[in-house]
């Protein structure tokens, strides 16, 4: 009998990281469910991975609201009958150049609504969607933000802390139920997010960012992709809880 190819579930896939691990996953032969606020660029990235000759599904969800991430997981189900990897990435970076006492609730409030709340309901109905497929992989994408301060940047900062902190619990609630629970933490990657960071073209900003790791330079999508990848393959098997810096050195200084 054929083995069915497995499935991944990658939130916040239309862009970035989670577009670059979407088609990582399907040249490793995953089937991929995608999910997005953004219906357009997602729907681009399935056409994408379609032409590569992988199957792919898009998922309109606010990863913030718990609603959405239950029904994400039962779209994936409906579609493809398992789950046995997924890639939390959905993230924002809040605004930036806030020191805590310019603080608001609403950028506090989004920031962690998307980066933390939104892991803890996605790992909340990944795991027994997971269970139920004879176990697998959870990848949390955090950052180097998520074991340095970086000034003017408070609600960025403790969502990526306490994500980093919630991979731990999952990985101990789940080590021996088949489960393996990591997290990456990127340094910086170019992406959108970044060039709203630094602007678009080269610059002073973009310059200083790059020297902030030791290897100087700002990384590729496909970077981050490759070391999530990695930890859901066997090649990781005894890697559970582990935070995997993605960042040219910079947590090494
Ligand atoms: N680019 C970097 O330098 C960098 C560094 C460290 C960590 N990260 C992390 O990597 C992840 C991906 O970032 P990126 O750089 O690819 O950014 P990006 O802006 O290119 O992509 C993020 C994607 O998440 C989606 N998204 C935002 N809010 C959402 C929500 N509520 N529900 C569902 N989707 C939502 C966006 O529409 C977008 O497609 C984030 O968690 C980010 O914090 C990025």
């Given at each position: 009998?054929?083995?069915?190819?497995?499935?991944v579930l990658i939130t916040g896939a239309a862009s970035g990281i989670g577009h670059a691990t979407a088609l990582a996953f399907a040249r490793a032969?995953?089937?991929?469910?995608?999910?997005?606020?953004n219906e357009s660029n997602g729907s681009k990235v399935v056409k994408e991975i379609t032409s590569l000759?992988?199957?792919?599904?898009?998922?309109?969800?606010?990863h913030s609201k718990e609603s959405d991430n239950s029904r994400a997981i039962e779209e994936t189900l409906k579609a493809f009958g398992r789950l046995n990897a997924?890639?939390?990435?959905?993230?924002v970076?809040?605004?930036?150049?806030?020191?805590?006492?310019?603080?608001?609730?609403s950028n506090f409030r989004h920031t962690l609504?998307?980066?933390?709340?939104?892991?803890?309901?996605?790992?909340?109905?990944?795991?027994?969607?997971?269970?139920?497929?004879?176990?697998?992989?959870?990848?949390?994408v955090s950052s180097v933000a998520g074991s340095i301060g970086m000034a003017g940047m408070a609600a960025y900062v403790a969502s990526k802390h306490?994500?980093?902190?919630?991979?731990?619990?999952?990985?101990?609630?789940?080590?021996?139920?088949?489960?393996?629970?990591?997290?990456?933490?990127?340094?910086?990657?170019?992406?959108?997010?970044?060039d709203r960071f630094v602007g678009k073209g080269e610059s002073q900003a973009r310059k200083e960012l790059a020297a902030e790791h030791p290897?100087?330079?700002?990384?590729?999508?496909?970077?981050?992709?490759?070391?999530?990848?990695?930890?859901?393959?066997?090649?990781?098997?005894?890697?559970?809880?582990?935070?995997?810096?993605?960042?040219?050195?910079?947590?090494?200084?």
């Amino acid at each position: 009998m054929p083995q069915l190819k497995p499935v991944v579930l990658i939130t916040g896939a239309a862009s970035g990281i989670g577009h670059a691990t979407a088609l990582a996953f399907a040249r490793a032969g995953y089937r991929i469910a995608i999910t997005d606020i953004n219906e357009s660029n997602g729907s681009k990235v399935v056409k994408e991975i379609t032409s590569l000759g992988a199957e792919a599904i898009f998922i309109k969800a606010d990863h913030s609201k718990e609603s959405d991430n239950s029904r994400a997981i039962e779209e994936t189900l409906k579609a493809f009958g398992r789950l046995n990897a997924a890639i939390n990435n959905a993230g924002v970076e809040g605004q930036p150049d806030l020191k805590i006492e310019q603080q608001t609730e609403s950028n506090f409030r989004h920031t962690l609504g998307v980066n933390l709340d939104g892991v803890l309901w996605s790992m909340k109905y990944e795991i027994p969607a997971l269970l139920k497929s004879g176990g697998g992989c959870i990848v949390n994408v955090s950052s180097v933000a998520g074991s340095i301060g970086m000034a003017g940047m408070a609600a960025y900062v403790a969502s990526k802390h306490a994500v980093e902190g919630l991979t731990k619990v999952a990985a101990l609630e789940n080590a021996t139920r088949g489960i393996r629970v990591n997290a990456v933490a990127p340094g910086a990657i170019q992406t959108e997010m970044i060039d709203r960071f630094v602007g678009k073209g080269e610059s002073q900003a973009r310059k200083e960012l790059a020297a902030e790791h030791p290897m100087n330079r700002i990384g590729k999508a496909d970077e981050v992709a490759q070391a999530i990848l990695f930890l859901c393959s066997p090649a990781s098997s005894f890697i559970t809880g582990h935070i995997l810096p993605v960042d040219g050195g910079w947590l090494a200084k």
